[in-house]
């Protein structure tokens, strides 16, 4: 679960990386983009069944 305070975090991190090794930045922003696709999707799944 990605809370906010985690995601406004991130830009600093990403701040940080980004002067040392760019290919971090990009990886970990991709990990982050791929789990919150995958739990949104699930999140979005699982009411729309159970409302009807």
Same mark, same amino acid.
Request: aromatic share 6%.
């Given at each position: 679960?990605?809370? #906010?305070?985690?995601?406004?975090?991130? #830009?600093?991190?990403?701040?940080?990386? =980004?002067?040392?090794?760019?290919?971090?930045?990009?990886?970990?922003?991709? =990990?982050?983009?791929?789990? %919150?696709?995958?739990?949104?999707?699930?999140? %979005?799944? =699982? #009411?729309? #069944?159970?409302?009807?």
């Amino acid at each position: 679960m990605i809370t #906010p305070a985690m995601v406004a975090c991130t #830009p600093e991190r990403n701040m940080a990386y =980004q002067s040392t090794e760019p290919s971090r930045m990009y990886s970990g922003m991709y =990990q982050i983009l791929s789990r %919150v696709s995958t739990t949104t999707a699930t999140v %979005v799944a =699982q #009411p729309g #069944p159970a409302s009807r």
